[in-house]
């Protein structure tokens, strides 16, 4: 037998085998009769039968009685509304900790749902293609996301992340394409892999910092986003990372960002110029390629980063911009560099500073890339809101 056919058939016989261990009010529970505790269960024999499924306002209660004994409902089980189409709304209870895998998925009438403070983890795919779905609130009680969790949810345009959230899991709010903008908060310490990819009326976000790393994809494919800073907590932008975003005019990198993924700004096609900080130490395979308007690149490193491969192919790029004449030197005797007209930053009076209709200062750094919160004598790199960068003296 094909064994595509044979495990197909294992796992029908698995879910059939498995069944519910109670009926009550319509519900359908798994028991366990050692800590009295119960799991909310797909209802009939299989999840997602389309002559089974939950429908209209269901209300799971705190508690449950069976043959005499009293259980407590603490968690809704995999798969348990899957594919629940006719699911307007549900009332989860406090004695409820844990949603579980694909939980919600494919719940396309469901409009709204509250999650009570009692819910710590939610499951992978719990949320999927939930396309009704507008709003929601994670409580401060939910310390993760799972992969794939709000993937999907096309009508999604807000969302509330509690403060005790810590990771947000692999494409969590992928094709979210209503979602226009998000606040991560200060607890998050790391966005999975294609996170936010094609999220593409996404125009504003704010990382917090906590965050250490941007996966591979996180943001790939969000066409609407116009400018990003990232904290100087990151130490690295992952493949494909902000990919096909191809609205993004402005980028501020954190100093501590060391490297750049493989195609990292690919495709980034609003991008004009851009301000490596000298914490950058490489630049790997086609991080800018694509990139259409980018004229002028801004090095803060004295000694050229380490390249892999092509790292400018389908750019106009001419000119790469040194903080002085020892950089230079050192950039015109390496590739790629050496194909560009290295040019030191412009020192002295600072016109753009006094012109009412010139670009306003973003940031000032010292010459080792590091952000200057005060005042500093001597010369700096200035950056400006059109995202030129030019070093100065003050």
């Known amino acids: 037998m094909n064994k595509f056919f044979l495990l197909l058939t294992l796992l029908c016989l698995s879910l059939s085998a498995r069944a519910h261990d109670a009926e009550v009010d319509g519900i359908f529970y798994d028991l366990n009769a050692d800590n009295k505790t119960a799991t909310v269960t797909f209802k009939g024999d299989s999840p997602g039968s389309y002559y089974n499924e939950y429908s209209g306002d269901v209300v799971i209660p705190e508690t449950v009685t069976y043959n005499g004994i009293t259980y407590s409902v603490t968690s809704l089980g995999e798969w348990c509304f899957w594919r629940c189409s006719s699911l307007t709304a549900i009332t989860i209870p406090n004695s409820v900790t844990s949603l579980g895998d694909k939980c919600f998925a494919d719940c396309s009438s469901l409009t709204a749902i509250t999650i009570p403070n009692s819910v710590t983890s939610l499951g992978e795919w719990c949320f999927w293609n939930c396309s009704s779905l507008t709003s929601i609130t994670i409580p401060n009680s939910v310390t993760s996301l799972g992969d794939k969790c709000f993937a999907d949810c096309s009508g999604l345009t807000s969302i509330t992340i509690g403060n005790s959230v810590t990771s947000l899991g692999g494409c969590c709010f992928r094709d979210c394409s209503s979602l226009t903008s998000i606040t991560i908060p200060n607890s998050v310490t790391s966005l999975g892999e294609g996170c936010f990819s094609g999220c593409w009326s996404l125009t504003s976000i704010t990382i917090s910092n906590s965050v250490t790393s941007l996966d591979d994809g996180c943001f790939n494919g969000c066409s609407s986003l116009t400018s990003i800073t990232i904290p100087n907590s990151v130490t690295s932008l992952g493949v494909c990372c902000f990919e096909n975003c191809r609205s993004l005019t402005s980028i501020t990198i954190g100093n501590s960002v060391k490297s750049l993924g493989k195609y990292c700004f690919n495709e980034c096609s609003s991008l004009t110029a851009i301000t490596i900080p000298n914490s950058v130490t490489s630049l790997v395979d ?109």
């Open 286 to 394: 086609g991080c800018f390629n694509g990139c259409s308007s980018l004229t002028a690149i801004y090095m803060l490193p004295s000694t050229p980063p380490g390249t892999l491969g092509s790292i400018f192919d389908g750019t106009p790029l001419e000119t790469v911009y040194v903080v002085d004449e020892y950089a230079k030197a050192v950039y015109q005797a390496q590739d790629p560099w050496s194909e560009y007209k290295i040019v030191v930053m412009p020192t002295g009076i600072e016109e753009l500073e006094t012109d009412k209709t010139a670009p306003t200062i973003v940031s000032c750094y010292d010459l080792n890339g590091k952000l200057i919160n005060g005042k500093q004598r001597g010369a700096v790199i200035v950056r400006y809101s059109d995202g030129t960068a030019r070093k100065v003296l003050k």
